[in-house]
């Protein structure tokens, strides 16, 4: 499951994430904050909507994104399994 930078507002184009809560391999569920973004009028927590384990962050802590980038991949349960 792609996870995207969240809309902010009408005239909000992009957010920075200021902090990741969660990195890769970390189980996920859903409501649990994934990440911190800030915008020039707004600083949020964004939640998970669905559970599972984050496979990738494709955009780093300090970095970025444009509305609708994709932020990071989430496998969905029992995606990531132990040997």
Known sequence: M?????????TVAE???TTWFKQ???TVAPGDNLFE???????MEVPAIAG???QEIRVPAGTA???G???AIL???GAATSP
């Open 2 to 10: 792609d996870i995207l930078m969240p809309q902010l507002g009408e």
């Open 15 to 17: 957010g920075k994430i």
């Open 24 to 26: 890769p391999g970390d």
């Open 37 to 43: 973004i800030e915008t020039d009028k707004v600083s």
């Open 52 to 54: 599972g384990v984050l």
């Open 65 to 67: 994104a444009p509305v």
């Open 69 to 71: 980038a994709i932020v």
């Open 75 to 77: 496998a969905g349960d």
